[in-house]
């Protein structure tokens, strides 16, 4: 198969699937568009803030993709392009839409709560206390591993020394986005004008910073860049999302999507060849030794792009707080993953070029995705280097989005941990000091900070297999929230089994290996992962079996007047 004809078949089953699938669940559960959302009836000007679905979109898909559909997919090459084309797909929306409008549609119907709100209200508070510190653990793996990469794509000096243009172009382009931000925080908010000047003055912001960073670059090595990038989340994790996360992400969504759409073009006017073996074996042995197994690898590999936790965190935590109208929700819960899904094609597509017969050429994934997508749009009179350029800074607008999402979460959950319903007043000097949002999140970034000296490589197999099983916590939630609301939640069962199936394994043959690691030499990085890896499982079993419990338990009086004091 030509990457052509992979690209074509991806739009089309994609599409369809939207079309019909997407439809299906939206009047299978029930969508009111005269309902008064979360956004408006708790508007506080922080994080429940009416946003247009431009904006909201932007937010989702800015914060759901990262890094993580290009990483994937290409890493996942190993096992040849067939069995990561189908996890991709059928993931993409069996899977991961599922959950992610699930996610959103359980909060947005429950005042915009997390889904740690939703385990404490259909499953009890002690699922609930459990399932954030799984999250708040979650959340410390992602900023680690994505404060990496960013770090890496605006390291200014490459292995010899030598100033790297590209970087420097994206690291500047990068700042200057932080600070039109800002700006465009500020015009968004108190300005009178519609959509259409909206759109215009963030294209125009978004076309300067490109240009000056191109101008201007930077060249700061990588060690400088990963410390500036946990000084610039501290500030995102306590700013008002109107002043910076919803603006920045506003601008991000149009490079992204551009990004997209001049990937698939690429690939249409190209029709690269796939060099890819289509499938190269069930157990695979690296040159080290190192054992990998298609199940479990393939689904934790392919996180994002086919089904990812991470997205319920985003949907249910930010996203759900700003959405206008309960239509909205379909396009920008659902429709964002399929185009999630879509990138990640375009990723295995581009490793399937670039890769020969001795496997794929050194570099990092966003690198080798840069290099072949930059090829592709040579043929349409575009230079390469500036194609290299757009689209590494495109990779790092991911990432850091990402950042700014996923640690104002894992901020969220710790002080939701310690919170309780004693007046603020009566509270102790340690609680009070626990639920800061301050301390919460310096907290939660010393330890981020520290587990990103290990480096993304050694972390993402870990993260991966926490993510999947978030993914599964998330579905078994909304699976619970579906039954305990006399709405059909069939569709959720067999994703969230095979999920738990999937990440259990996974994280079972992890800890073997880290085991097995820290018994020849001890290494700090390792032995955090080790700790991580058993707190997660053992809170990712016991959340799993208190959800399990309530979803084919016999229904309660209690159980039952929740549901309909909700549905009114």
Same mark, same amino acid.
């Given at each position: 198969?030509?990457?052509?004809?992979?690209?074509?078949?991806?739009?089309?089953?994609?599409?369809?699937?939207?079309?019909?699938?997407?439809?299906? %669940?939206?009047?299978?559960?029930?969508?009111?568009?005269? @309902?008064?959302?979360?956004?408006?009836?708790?508007?506080?000007?922080?994080?429940?803030?009416?946003?247009?679905?431009?904006?909201?979109?932007?937010?989702?898909?800015?914060?759901?993709?990262?890094?993580?559909?290009?990483?994937?997919?290409?890493? @996942?090459?190993?096992?040849?392009?067939?069995?990561?084309?189908?996890?991709?797909?059928?993931?993409?929306?069996?899977?991961?839409?599922?959950?992610?409008?699930?996610?959103?549609?359980?909060?947005?119907?429950?005042?915009?709560?997390?889904?740690?709100?939703?385990?404490?209200?259909?499953?009890?508070?002690?699922?609930?206390?459990?399932?954030?510190?799984?999250?708040?653990?979650?959340?410390?793996?992602?900023?680690?591993?994505?404060?990496?990469?960013?770090?890496?794509?605006?390291?200014?000096?490459?292995?010899?020394?030598? !100033?790297?243009?590209?970087?420097?172009?994206?690291?500047?382009?990068?700042?200057?986005?932080?600070?039109?931000?800002?700006?465009?925080?500020?015009?968004?908010?108190?300005?009178?004008?519609?959509?259409?000047?909206?759109?215009?003055?963030?294209?125009?912001?978004?076309?300067?910073?490109?240009?000056?960073?191109?101008?201007?670059?930077?060249?700061?090595?990588?060690?400088?860049?990963?410390?500036?990038?946990?000084?610039?989340?501290?500030?995102?994790?306590?700013?008002?999302?109107?002043?910076?996360?919803?603006?920045?992400?506003?601008?991000?969504?149009?490079?992204?999507?551009?990004?997209?759409?001049?990937?698939?073009?690429?690939?249409?006017?190209?029709?690269?060849?796939?060099?890819?073996?289509?499938?190269?074996?069930?157990?695979?042995?690296?040159?080290?030794?190192?054992?990998?197994?298609?199940? !479990?690898?393939?689904?934790?590999?392919?996180?994002?792009?086919?089904?990812?936790?991470?997205?319920?965190?985003?949907?249910?935590?930010?996203?759900?707080?700003?959405?206008?109208?309960?239509?909205?929700?379909?396009?920008?819960?659902?429709?964002?993953?399929?185009?999630?899904?879509?990138?990640?094609?375009?990723?295995?597509?581009? @490793?399937?070029?670039?890769?020969?017969?001795?496997?794929?050429?050194?570099?990092?994934?966003?690198?080798?995705?840069?290099?072949?997508?930059?090829?592709? %749009?040579?043929?349409?009179?575009?230079?390469?280097?500036?194609?290299?350029?757009?689209?590494?800074?495109?990779?790092?607008?991911?990432?850091?989005?990402?950042?700014?999402?996923?640690?104002?979460?894992?901020?969220?959950?710790?002080?939701?941990?310690?919170?309780?319903?004693?007046?603020?007043?009566?509270?102790?000097?340690?609680?009070?000091?626990?639920?800061?949002?301050?301390?919460?999140?310096?907290?939660?970034?010393?330890?981020?900070? @520290?587990?990103?000296?290990?480096?993304?490589?050694?972390?993402?197999?870990?993260?991966?297999?926490?993510?999947?099983?978030?993914?599964? %916590?998330?579905?078994?939630?909304?699976?619970?929230?579906?039954?305990?609301?006399?709405?059909?939640?069939?569709?959720?069962?067999?994703?969230?089994?095979?999920?738990?199936?999937?990440?259990?394994?996974?994280?079972?043959?992890?800890?073997?290996?880290?085991?097995?690691?820290?018994?020849?030499?001890?290494?700090?990085?390792?032995?955090?992962?080790?700790?991580?890896?058993?707190?997660?499982?053992?809170?990712?079993?016991?959340?799993?079996?208190?959800?399990?419990?309530? %979803?084919?338990?016999?229904?309660?009086?209690?159980?039952?007047?929740?549901?309909?004091?909700?549905?009114?």
């Amino acid at each position: 198969m030509n990457g052509l004809t992979m690209m074509v078949l991806a739009i089309v089953f994609l599409g369809g699937a939207y079309l019909i699938y997407g439809r299906y %669940l939206a009047k299978t559960w029930g969508i009111d568009p005269e @309902a008064k959302t979360p956004a408006f009836e708790l508007e506080d000007g922080v994080d429940y803030v009416p946003a247009d679905t431009n904006v909201v979109f932007g937010h989702q898909f800015a914060s759901i993709a990262g890094a993580g559909p290009i990483n994937g997919p290409i890493q @996942a090459a190993m096992f040849g392009w067939l069995p990561v084309l189908l996890w991709i797909l059928l993931g993409g929306v069996f899977f991961g839409a599922v959950q992610d409008f699930s996610s959103m549609y359980a909060s947005v119907k429950n005042k915009g709560r997390s889904i740690g709100y939703i385990i404490e209200l259909y499953i009890g508070k002690m699922g609930k206390r459990l399932f954030l510190l799984f999250t708040w653990l979650f959340s410390i793996l992602v900023v680690a591993a994505f404060a990496d990469i960013v770090a890496g794509t605006f390291n200014g000096f490459s292995a010899e020394g030598a !100033p790297v243009t590209a970087n420097g172009a994206v690291a500047t382009t990068s700042m200057l986005f932080i600070v039109f931000a800002v700006v465009l925080g500020f015009f968004l908010k108190y300005s009178k004008f519609g959509k259409m000047v909206n759109t215009l003055t963030a294209i125009g912001l978004l076309v300067l910073s490109v240009g000056l960073g191109l101008v201007f670059p930077i060249y700061i090595p990588q060690n400088i860049w990963l410390i500036f990038v946990f000084i610039y989340v501290i500030v995102a994790c306590v700013t008002p999302v109107w002043a910076l996360l919803q603006p920045r992400d506003y601008l991000n969504s149009y490079l992204l999507i551009a990004m997209i759409v001049g990937s698939v073009i690429g690939i249409i006017v190209y029709n690269p060849t796939m060099n890819l073996p289509s499938f190269t074996g069930f157990k695979l042995v690296s040159a080290g030794g190192s054992i990998s197994y298609l199940f !479990p690898t393939l689904f934790v590999t392919i996180a994002c792009g086919a089904v990812s936790g991470f997205h319920s965190l985003v949907a249910s935590g930010t996203a759900s707080k700003q959405i206008k109208n309960e239509k909205n929700m379909l396009p920008v819960s659902f429709g964002a993953m399929l185009l999630e899904s879509l990138l990640a094609i375009a990723a295995l597509i581009a @490793a399937g070029f670039v890769a020969t017969k001795e496997g794929l050429p050194a570099g990092t994934p966003p690198q080798l995705f840069a290099r072949a997508i930059a090829v592709f %749009l040579t043929t349409i009179g575009l230079p390469e280097t500036l194609c290299y350029t757009l689209i590494t800074l495109s990779i790092s607008a991911f990432a850091m989005t990402s950042l700014d999402s996923v640690a104002r979460v894992g901020r969220i959950a710790f002080q939701e941990f310690f919170a309780d319903d004693t007046p603020q007043e009566e509270r102790s000097s340690l609680n009070k000091l626990l639920t800061n949002k301050y301390f919460a999140t310096i907290i939660t970034l010393i330890l981020c900070y @520290a587990l990103s000296r290990a480096g993304y490589s050694s972390i993402w197999p870990l993260f991966g297999s926490a993510n999947q099983l978030l993914s599964a %916590l998330a579905l078994i939630a909304c699976a619970v929230f579906l039954k305990k609301t006399s709405r059909k939640g069939f569709m959720l069962w067999g994703p969230m089994v095979i999920m738990l199936g999937v990440t259990f394994t996974a994280l079972g043959l992890k800890i073997k290996d880290l085991v097995s690691s820290l018994s020849g030499k001890f290494v700090f990085g390792n032995a955090l992962q080790l700790v991580f890896a058993v707190l997660l499982l053992v809170l990712g079993v016991v959340v799993a079996i208190e959800g399990l419990k309530k %979803l084919v338990g016999k229904e309660t009086e209690d159980d039952a007047s929740t549901g309909e004091n909700v549905l009114a």
